[in-house]
């Protein structure tokens, strides 16, 4: 039997969605909005509140054409509290950007996915990664690609880690992430290691204009020092300061089932699209396609495993032919969404290694 399918959203979104379905030969019933009073028809057909729909039909394909995320979730859980599941009952216009596409690219590079620090629920797997540093050959060849295809200009370029710090070549990383770019580059650091760094790194910091960001972390490092060797080479430096007492910190909890609503995940996320990550050849909407593959080998034997990403979750910069193709991409969900769920605060600590602390 044939679906009854209706529009949620009586906006812009929900007509270009409407004149997309009509398109492809797909009739719609009507649309749903809040504000159905006051609208009553849009292009033609009755916008109706939800419970008039759901009241009389158990068999509806609903598709959501809201953009505000806080929309979105409101939506969805109406949705789901008038019994109706996503997937069969409802699903996302495949036209609706969830993200805003951005002007410029922003993205982050590891130097390498290893530590010194071993921060529990570390969300980037450093202290179960292998210790292994970014191939420089591979990074430069990356950075002459997007400087061809964005004309050296993006908004910002962190290079990061793990602790970045650890790479035994990272004045030479400066040397060619300025070469091919003109615009903001941050070096993200712990600090352990910065106050201890030759005259040369603070003079290549300089010559380079890197800036360097030092995370926020309940632990001591010689803030003093740093800032000494900062104005002494004219260098920016920002330090996040927390106070080694208050030790909040955060983890998340996996849906290793792969059900989350990835377009729900996707507009809740606060990292995905603002910050693309990259790694060999291939730009993400954040780092966990990517890094994944540290959790799957540590913890093998678990029975706890994510998939391998795919090419729908990441963009090729080899293969695209445009910067605007990368910034389209990253308005929507990627499949490896529908791993993501909440963040929750816990206290930090120390890794033990532990398989609870990424589950």
């Given at each position: ?25 797909i ?65 996302f ?72 710090l ?23 650091t ?52 927390i ?52 959790f799957n ?47 929750k ?15």
């Amino acid at each position: 039997m044939e679906k009854d399918t209706y529009i949620y959203g009586a906006g812009h979104y929900g007509v270009l969605t409407a004149l997309d379905l009509e398109q492809k030969g797909i009739q719609i019933k009507g649309f749903i909005d809040k504000n159905a009073g006051k609208i009553k028809t849009r292009l033609g057909l009755p916008v109706f509140e939800l419970n008039e729909v759901i009241s009389d039909n158990n068999n509806l394909n609903i598709i959501i054409a809201v953009q505000n995320r806080n929309a979105i979730r409101d939506v969805v859980e109406n949705l789901q509290l008038a019994g109706l599941k996503s997937g069969s009952d409802f699903n996302f216009s495949s036209i609706m950007p969830i993200k805003p596409k951005r002007n410029m690219l922003r993205f982050e590079v590891h130097l390498c996915d290893h530590c010194n620090l071993n921060c529990k629920s570390c969300g980037h797997f450093s202290p179960i990664a292998e210790k292994k540093f970014v191939d420089l050959d591979i990074l430069e060849r990356d950075f002459k690609r997007i400087s061809e295809l964005s004309g050296k200009k993006c908004e910002n370029i962190k290079l990061m880690g793990g602790e970045p710090l650890l790479h035994p070549n990272v004045i030479e990383i400066f040397n060619i992430t300025r070469k091919y770019f003109d615009t903001t580059i941050q070096l993200a650091t712990n600090g352990i290691l910065l106050a201890n760094q030759p005259n040369e790194f603070w003079e290549s910091c300089r010559i380079n204009n890197i800036n360097i960001f030092v995370s926020a972390y309940p632990i001591k490092i010689n803030a003093m020092k740093i800032k000494a060797q900062a104005s002494k080479f004219g260098v920016t430096v920002e330090l996040m300061d927390i106070e080694p007492e208050k030790k909040k910190w955060f983890k998340t909890s996996p849906d290793f089932t792969g059900c989350s609503n990835i377009e729900v995940a996707y507009s809740n996320c606060a990292y995905g699209g603002s910050c693309m990550f990259l790694e060999d050849g291939k730009l993400a909407q954040c780092g966990l396609p990517f890094l994944t593959k540290h959790f799957n080998k540590y913890f093998n034997d678990s029975k706890y495993k994510y998939e391998e990403p795919t090419e729908d979750d990441f963009v090729d910069i080899f293969k695209i032919n445009s910067l605007d193709e990368i910034l389209e991409k990253f308005t929507r969900a990627i499949p490896y969404c529908r791993y993501c769920t909440d963040i929750k605060e816990v206290q930090w600590g120390n890794s033990k290694r532990e398989i609870k602390e990424w589950t």
